[in-house]
T-cell receptor
Framework: KQEVTQIPAALSVPEGENLVLNCSFT??????LQWFRQDPGKGLTSLLL?????REQTSGRLNASLDKSSGRSTLYIAASQPGDSATYLC???????????FGAGTTVTVRA | GAVVSQHPSWVICKSGTSVKIECRSL??????MFWYRQFPKQSLMLMAT?????????EQGVEKDKFLINHASLTLSTLTVTSAHPEDSSFYIC??????????????FGDGTRLSIL
């Protein structure tokens, strides 16, 4: 069974600082890995999806890397802003189905 | 594109009431939809996989008679919480896979339904 772990559980930084969020998974036979953002009381917004053949994916200030062999992904957010405050979740689908296994998330607070 | 609409967004009702939540794929067809449950400050836990035209597949520990799932068309799945009790209060989120995409494409999520049972 896939286990997904996210460290740290919470992070508080001053505005402008770069953010580094970590995600690890136990079964490296994955199709892809997805990063989501969740605001309090809201659904999920997909941020980035990295295919198993890719090593990184970028979108604006966001950059996600993937090291399948070691079972790790890192989400970098450059020049953080108060609007980046949210919970960030990573998820991977099963090797035989499309069921997503989620990490517990990292709650980010960017102080103005 | 790839929008999933979930309705209602918030429900408050009395204990013993049955509540239906709808999940619609607005601009794509979805043979498979997923239902998740999220408790405060916790991550999403998969409850069941909803398959169009067939019975849903429930995860271990999820009562299928309590959480009825119907996926009658390629764009609509419903979750009915039967005889809801306060312990059923939670945030329920659905997701859908686009029929026309490969297995390595993302799932699309609804905005969630907050269910509060008094």
């Amino acid at each position: 069974k896939q286990e997904v772990t996210q460290i740290p559980a919470a992070l508080s930084v001053p505005e402008g600082e770069n953010l580094v969020l970590n995600c690890s998974f136990t079964d490296s036979a994955i199709y892809n890995l997805q990063w989501f953002r969740q605001d309090p009381g809201k659904g999920l917004t997909s941020l980035l999806l990295i295919q198993s053949s890719q090593r990184e994916q970028t979108s604006g200030r966001l950059n996600a890397s993937l090291d399948k062999s070691s079972g790790r992904s890192t989400l970098y957010i450059a020049a953080s802003q108060p609007g980046d405050s949210a919970t960030y979740l990573c998820a991977v689908p099963g090797s035989n189905d499309y069921k997503l296994s989620f990490g517990a998330g990292t709650t980010v607070t960017v102080r103005a | 594109g790839a929008v999933v609409s979930q309705h209602p967004s918030w429900v408050i009702c009395k204990s013993g009431t049955s509540v239906k939540i709808e999940c619609r794929s607005l601009d794509f067809q979805a043979t498979t939809m997923f239902w998740y449950r999220q408790f405060p400050k916790q991550s999403l836990m998969l409850m069941a996989t909803s398959n169009e035209g067939s019975k849903a597949t429930y995860e271990q520990g999820v009562e299928k008679d309590k959480f009825l799932i119907n996926h009658a068309s390629l764009t609509l799945s419903t979750l009915t919480v039967t005889s809801a009790h306060p312990e059923d209060s939670s945030f329920y989120i659905c997701s859908a896979r686009d029929l026309d995409t490969y297995s390595n494409q993302p799932q699309h999520f609804g905005d969630g339904t907050r269910l509060s049972i008094l």
